[in-house]
């Protein structure tokens, strides 16, 4: 048998020595262009019931918003479409893919609507111009108010086609406004449309994190003089506390499973981080140092926490294991690097560090290498905060002069954009998972 | 907040209705009638102490010698507690600081029956947990050495607003600086 | 099992006598020295064709005819280049990206036609809707004369235009040193040959790969045999590996049905075998 094995070996050796193929060899070690060419027509109506030439520019005004911000394509001028696209064809054989094809498109967007007694019917497609399939289709019903919610639904659908992921456009963003004049809790769509107030607390609403699992928020609040933990349903509106410690209860995280809540305590005199049940019993304590400890963030798999600690002089990101409890420092570079929010990922840990009293928002390995600076030049940038599919960050943006908003950017740090209105003082996003 | 504004406003109107039951023995039909239905009210939301509120019926003269003495010793130390100032990403008490809490400590020991809230405050750089436990480092320093200038730490509380609560909004040094601070409220 | 194994064992041992454990061991022995041999200066070394590294400047196209516009390349007609298979001279020299105030390489004059190149998106498919093929076409035209792009497209043309000129005249004052350097490299000289070939197709389908890096994850790599005839139309092509990665693999069909037809004939029926992998693109966080 052993002898078997290695005649084997020696003659698998010499057939892949001797056998070189006459073709040959190329290597291609990047795609010649880096978007996809995408043609994206206007909704036609469908049946009967009359044009709605507005719900049609918001429909796509939306969508097309969601797919610049993926950065996945390059978008056909519409002024160059031919016939096709006023052809309402949504079928695979009614559609003219070699216009398509001439315009240099590899993806096409079809769709229509129609109206009826409030009724709207919106049916999306998406196809593969080159092979000519069918990649996604998708038949949205709601009310006329639902238009944008359908239209972030399809391009997370698209998104989910062309990269095998979902996107994260259907899902909510909580953040912290004083534009009534106190720090209240909001929540708005991923495009800043449609804010709206959570609390009416007239104190001090601190950092939110949605549930993973359920339709809740936690945030921190001064509402009873002391700042407690709370948790808040969303469609309910019911709002208890969570955590009512003597002192700071701060910086809440839900873990992945949804199951514990890490938080920053001061009970003991000292900020600490403990793990609690959602509640509210202390199941453990995770640090245990004279040092300030503050701003949990767990990684994906629930096995460690990113947080915040000044026990080498300067604030800077630490790593802890909640099984363990051993403490790693992460951060090196910069005097002064907070608010660590991990990667739904797994693969990096974004921060904001601050120089000469600007932050900036940078990211790096668990294993503290290659960190790399996203955000650049005016304004302190602070709060970043992954989406669910770690595709981009928010983070807040605070331009001397008063302008403090939420703004958008992709994981890399490109594609950058404002979408909180102006003059909230807004801060503290958080985007919830998919909605 | 509303509801528990209203359910407060409830049981003071019920304490108050009872106080004067008791007052004025006669009371008509009516008057009962409404007394019945406050404490059906007050049973349905919380159980209140009624008893407290009668520590207050205290009437001797020397009593209230002392407690003119104590409410203006009160008066002092609410006007007279100063705040103090902190360097940037600090709570170690500077000189400055520990000459104007030996000050505030005699004005609490004046005070015997006052309590005090200490708030810690921060500057607004910096992130916003990390000057919420800073600030409450600045607040327990000061604490801290209060109780030992012979304060009794059971009069003293602590609480962190972070860089919440700014006494001024300009991003100068000086703005900074006069915001990295813990202040002082008389509690009733 | 044991017994009957152990059973022939001895029937063998039986069969060639008292030497067969040594037989065998000579005969693993030498099956370990023969491919040490294979390579001991004893054999003749043939020489394996390495798969060649081609440093692509995705700002000058290949060419076909690298050397056509230069002096001495109308003379070098003589040098037979025309074996399939590149000399043993695998020079992994690589062209310089982008030299900016050096010799231009000789890929950049082209007086060549290249028309098929400046839009390889609009890649004539005969089989669909010919009827239309001729109004599209005036209609396509006329949008894009619409296009406001076009007018910044014309720019960068002229300016391209303007740099190849230049660039020429310069390559036109230098003397090549080396006569018989390889082909596509600075200083080389002669026609198109296997080794231009496969960089064309190399480059070709390269342009007809459209990917981005959002939507690759990790660090996928695919193999791909594609087999053109002389006149550069795809005969077949299939999968050797599939990366795993469905949006990398998708994009890979597209790229090789975009590629069915080659812009330029080759010099015979070649076989390709292509690795497609994302080394050079994937450097993001």
């Known amino acids: 048998m052993k002898y078997f094995t290695i005649n084997a070996f020696v003659l698998i050796m010499l057939y892949v020595l001797c056998s070189t193929s006459y073709a040959a060899r190329i290597e291609i070690s990047a795609p010649g262009e880096q978007t996809i060419p995408l043609a994206m027509t206007r909704l036609l109506p469908m049946g009967v019931g009359g044009a709605k030439p507005a719900v049609v520019a918001e429909f796509q005004e939306v969508l097309q918003g969601d797919l610049e911000l993926s950065g996945l394509f390059d978008q056909v001028d519409p002024a160059s479409f031919l016939s096709d696209a006023d052809k309402l064809g949504l079928r695979r054989n009614e559609i003219d893919f070699y216009q398509w094809r001439m315009l240099g498109a590899e993806a096409l967007i079809k769709g229509g609507y129609s109206l009826s007694g409030g009724r709207l019917t919106i049916e999306l497609r998406l196809f593969d111009v080159v092979t000519q399939r069918l990649l996604t289709g998708r038949r949205y019903v709601g009310q006329v108010s639902d238009v944008r919610q359908i239209a972030h639904t399809f391009a997370d659908q698209i998104l989910k086609s062309l990269t095998g992921e979902k996107g994260p456009f259907a899902a909510k963003i909580a953040y912290i406004s004083k534009r009534t004049g106190h720090k209240e809790l909001y929540m708005m769509d991923v495009d800043g449309h449609d804010p709206i107030r959570m609390t009416d607390h007239r104190s001090i609403v601190l950092n939110p994190d949605f549930s993973p699992t359920r339709k809740e928020l936690i945030f921190t609040s001064y509402n009873k003089g002391n700042p407690d933990l709370f948790r808040k349903e969303i469609y309910t509106g019911r709002e208890s506390r969570v955590s009512l410690k003597q002192g700071l209860n701060i910086g809440g995280r839900y873990s992945p499973d949804g199951r514990e809540i890490a938080l920053t305590l001061s009970k003991d005199k000292n900020s600490e981080i403990y793990l609690l049940g959602t509640d509210g019993t202390i199941h453990r304590r995770l640090t245990n140092h004279y040092a300030i400890d503050v701003d949990p963030s767990w990684s994906p798999k629930g096995n460690k926490i990113a947080f915040v600690s000044d026990r080498r002089g300067n604030p800077n990101i630490f790593i802890v294991d909640v099984h363990t409890l051993d403490v790693s420092r992460l951060t090196y570079e910069g005097k002064y690097n907070a608010t660590p929010a991990w990667s739904p990922k797994g693969d990096r840990i974004a921060y904001a560090r601050m120089d000469n009293g600007v932050f900036n928002i940078f990211t790096i390995r668990e294993n503290g290498s290659d960190e790399r600076q996203l955000t650049f030049g005016q304004g302190s940038k602070e709060h970043p905060r992954w989406s669910p599919d770690g595709r981009f960050l928010i983070y807040s943006k605070d331009i001397d002069g008063g302008d403090k908003s939420i703004w958008i950017m992709r994981a890399d740090g490109t594609g950058g954009r404002k979408i909180s209105a102006r003059g909230g003082k807004d801060s503290h996003p958080a985007w919830s998972v998919h909605w | ?188 | 099992m044991e017994s009957s194994r152990k059973k022939r064992w001895q029937q063998l041992q039986a069969v060639f006598g008292p030497g067969f454990k040594q037989m065998l061991l000579v005969s693993v022995l030498l099956h370990f020295i023969l491919p040490i041999l294979y390579y001991s200066p004893f054999f003749p070394q043939r020489e394996i064709e390495k798969p060649p590294v081609y440093r692509v400047n995705l700002v000058n196209k290949i060419v076909k005819n690298p050397q056509a516009g230069r002096p001495e390349a109308t003379s070098v007609k003589k040098k037979p280049v025309v074996k399939k298979k590149p000399k043993p001279k695998p020079k992994p020299k690589p062209i310089p990206p982008k030299p900016k105030p050096k010799p231009k390489p000789p890929v950049k004059p082209k007086p060549v036609p290249v028309t098929p190149k400046v839009e390889p998106k609009v890649q004539p498919k005969p089989t669909v809707s010919k009827a239309q093929n001729n109004t599209l076409k005036q209609r396509l035209e006329q949008m894009r004369a619409s296009q406001k792009k076009k007018d910044s497209d014309q720019a960068r043309k002229d300016r391209i235009a303007a740099l190849k000129a230049a660039a020429l005249a310069e390559s036109r004052q230098i003397e090549s040193p080396v006569t018989d350097a390889p082909v596509g490299m600075v200083d080389g000289s002669g026609d198109e040959a296997g080794v231009s070939a496969s960089a064309h197709v190399q480059e070709f389908i390269q342009q007809q790969w459209n990917l981005s890096k959002y939507q690759a994850v990790g660090n996928p790599e695919a193999e791909v045999k594609m087999f053109y005839s002389a006149d550069g139309a795809l005969i077949h092509y299939k999968f050797i590996t599939k990366s795993g990665n469905s949006a990398f693999d998708e994009s890979l069909t597209r790229a090789i049905v975009k590629s069915k037809q080659l812009d330029q004939k080759l010099p015979e029926a070649m076989e390709f075998h292509i690795f497609f992998n994302l080394k050079d693109m994937l450097d993001r966080p």
């Open chain 2, 1 to 188: 907040m509303q509801k528990l504004t209203i359910t407060g406003l409830v049981i003071f109107f019920a304490l108050s209705l009872l106080v004067s039951g008791c007052a004025k023995k006669p009371a008509d039909d009516t008057h009962g009638m409404m007394q019945e239905t406050t404490q059906v009210e007050m049973e349905k939301n919380k159980p209140a102490s009624v008893s407290e509120t009668e520590v207050m019926d205290t009437s001797a003269a020397d009593a209230a010698a002392d407690a003119a003495a104590a409410r203006a010793a009160e008066r002092a130390a609410a006007k007279g507690l100063e705040q103090i100032n902190f360097d940037f990403d600090q709570y170690v008490l500077t000189d400055d600081a520990k000459s104007i809490l030996v000050n505030n400590a005699g004005l609490l020991r004046a005070a015997a029956a006052v309590n005090v809230l200490i708030e810690g405050h921060c500057d607004e750089r910096g992130s916003d947990e990390y000057n919420l436990a800073l600030g409450e480092k600045r607040a327990l320093a000061t604490k801290n050495y209060l109780v030992s200038l012979g304060v009794a730490a059971q009069r003293l509380s602590i609480i962190s607003y972070g860089e919440e609560m700014p006494l001024d909004d300009a991003r100068t040094k000086a703005a900074w600086a006069k915001n990295r601070r813990a202040n002082f409220k008389v509690k009733r």
